[in-house]
């Protein structure tokens, strides 16, 4: 039977199965039993014919019923894998609409994350530990998702204090794209000294023997740094793409929409993406957009990729949306770049970037190409408007379109991109960078920036994400907490009392809102029967938890496309074990990703060695 034809059938089998519980209330078993059920738990299916359930089936890879214990058991057969929730809430999976997250994948295994790290002495123990056991032609790296504010210490290191962690190994940490940190041996690696050259917009500051590296705006030094690394092998690759995708289920996210990303060129840097693809029971569903990495060859690119490429194939061997090219971006034309370090002031963009934006936007309309585009700020959103209206207009474009980030958006942009049929993709990169902006633009502007209550009040589509792994982090619930509490990692109250949404909203926006920047809102972001079975189980409850816990719940089970892709406390042994972590000096085998609050470093390295 081919996928439609199964889907079809799921379907037709599930309003045989409400047929048959209309007509009688005695247990009719299906014919064709389901593959799993989930009984006893508080289902959010964000359908709204059936907003509330405690049981669900899934057969082929989708939901094909929903509603009662009773109801859901009557698909039980013999080979029917039943799992009791234990009262847990189970939400339709995750979906983050731009999350870097093929590179991520790409340097996950060689990077040291200070995600939910609580304190800088805590965050410089862990790179005196890892300096130990990293190989001499190695760095210890901490490349972004952290925050000074969220240590107890509310501030960064120091180049002193880097050297007196590692005094005699390559160590390099970034915050955000605006700032980063080289202590003494990275200095010497690297031979960089007062002459060394730097590209426009950056600069070295070189003290305490070290250096900080000053992104001001362009974050061009930074990514060039980060390029002169040495790299995993294709196979350490492969394990780091499937292990971060597997740490990205850990907090019930089933779904990434990619956003390409500076220094990741395609197709070279995808090639671990397309292995694990091309296996069986890819963890989560990639839909990818294509991201010009060289100024002045970006009108070259996009011509030849809309020659070459095939939208919406799927990549994946066995995985329904699994791996597909979704269209262009974020990056069309880096004359179009605002970038978004507020810790200098907001850059203009140059005279060139009207004409270069236009030229590669005729060519993506002509070919009817989903595009997104990175927009900080409203002057440059206004800018890219007056390029993307008179040709989108001309041209009948009817491809989804989204300006993402849109922090300072106006209400007159936010209409103009509601006339043109586009979409905003909001980030918590304010959960970061907040306190940086609050001191440059003040109270007044943080608090709606970006102005979520109009865009919504709008009716602009709208879609959730985090903007991983170096401006946020990757974990979904610091984002869903900071779209409900309005405040920074760091405990900052920015948001005003209107831009903060209820939890149904959030939800909404990091399911369904998000699905519809990849077209998918059809297939994705609810648990109803023939949608994808993508879903969550939590290990608190999202919707009575104190505001302040929203932010640590992660997953205890975690199902993409019926498949279990992440398991723990009751549920450990059911997700496929992953083998070592290669390298084996690699800090995710001695400190795991995302820090919990109260773990114990023992527990962290315990986890990392079963391979959870
Ligand atoms: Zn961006």
């Not at 290191?157 to 590692?166: C, D, G, K, Q, R």
């Not at 791996?323 to 907001?346: K, T």
Request: charge should be negative; glycine fraction near 8%.
């Amino acid at each position: 039977m081919n996928a439609r034809l199964a889907v079809f059938a799921a379907m037709l089998l599930a309003s045989l199965a409400t047929t048959l519980a209309s007509c009688s209330s005695s247990a009719h078993r299906v014919d064709e039993p389901a593959d799993l059920i989930v009984v006893n738990a508080r289902v959010t299916t964000q359908d709204p014919s059936r907003p509330a359930a405690s049981a669900f089936a899934v057969k082929n890879g989708e939901f094909v019923a929903v509603g009662s214990d009773a109801e859901v058991e009557r698909w039980r057969g013999p080979d029917t894998k039943r799992i009791d929730a234990g009262g847990r809430r189970a939400i339709p999976g995750l979906v983050d609409s731009h999350l870097h997250v093929v590179r991520g994948g790409r340097f996950y295994n060689l990077e040291l994350r200070w995600d939910g790290v609580d304190s800088l002495e805590r965050g410089l123990a862990m790179i005196r530990e890892q300096a130990a056991r990293t190989p001499k032609d190695q760095w210890v790296r901490v490349i972004g998702g952290w925050s000074p504010y969220q240590f107890r210490e509310r501030r960064m290191p120091t180049p002193a204090e880097l050297h007196a962690a590692a005094p005699n190994t390559p160590t390099l940490v970034m915050f955000l794209y605006s700032r980063a940190f080289l202590n003494e041996a990275g200095v010497r690696a690297l031979g960089l000294g007062p002459n060394s050259p730097t590209p426009r917009g950056a600069r070295y500051e070189f003290v305490e023997g070290g250096a900080i590296l000053h992104a001001e705006p362009s974050p061009a030094l930074l990514y060039g740094t980060i390029g002169k690394l040495p790299q995993l092998s294709a196979e350490d690759q492969l394990d780091s793409t499937r292990r971060f995708l597997r740490e990205l289920n850990r907090f019930g996210l089933t779904s990434a929409i990619d956003a390409g990303g500076g220094g990741h060129a395609y197709p070279d840097d995808y090639r671990a993406l397309r292995e694990l693809a091309s296996q069986p029971g890819l963890p989560l569903r990639i839909s990818s957009y294509l991201f010009a990495q060289k100024q002045g060859e970006e009108l070259a690119d996009f011509e030849r990729w809309t020659r070459v490429e095939t939208l919406d194939v799927d990549l994946a061997a066995e995985r329904e949306h699994g791996y597909v090219i979704e269209g262009a971006g974020e990056n069309l034309v880096w004359s179009a770049g605002d970038f978004e370090n507020f810790l200098a002031p907001r850059p203009e963009l140059g005279r060139e970037m009207e004409s270069e934006l236009a030229a590669v936007t005729r060519v993506l309309a002509s070919k009817r190409w989903p595009i997104r585009i990175h927009a900080t700020y409203d002057e440059s959103i206004s800018r890219v408007l007056d390029v993307f209206e008179p040709i989108f207009r001309a041209s009948g474009y009817d491809a989804r379109w989204v300006i993402d980030h849109a922090e300072t958006i106006s209400e007159r942009n936010i209409a103009r991109i509601r006339a043109l049929g586009g979409a905003v993709a909001v980030q918590n990169r304010m959960a970061f960078a907040g306190e940086v902006f609050a001191e440059r633009y003040g109270r007044e502007a943080a608090a709606s920036a970006p102005p979520l209550r109009k865009l919504l009040d709008a009716g602009v589509p709208l879609g959730a994400g985090t903007d991983a792994t170096r401006v946020s982090s990757y974990n979904p619930w610091l984002a869903i907490a900071w779209l409900v509490t309005g405040r920074t990692v760091g405990g900052t109250q920015l948001a005003s009392p209107e831009n903060r949404l209820s939890r149904e909203e959030a939800l909404s926006l990091y399911t369904l809102g998000s699905a519809w920047i990849s077209g998918e809102e059809r297939i994705k972001g609810r648990i109803a029967p023939g949608q994808h079975a993508d879903f969550a189980l939590l290990d608190r409850d999202y919707f009575s938890v104190a505001e302040e816990q929203i932010a640590s719940i992660e997953a205890v089970l975690t199902v993409t496309g019926g498949d279990v892709v992440h398991a723990a406390g009751p549920f450990d042994g059911l997700a496929p074990q992953l083998g070592p972590v290669r390298p084996a000096w690699s800090p995710v085998a001695r400190f795991g990703g995302f820090a919990r609050a109260t773990q114990s470093s023992s527990t962290s390295a315990s986890t990392a060695a079963t391979g959870r």
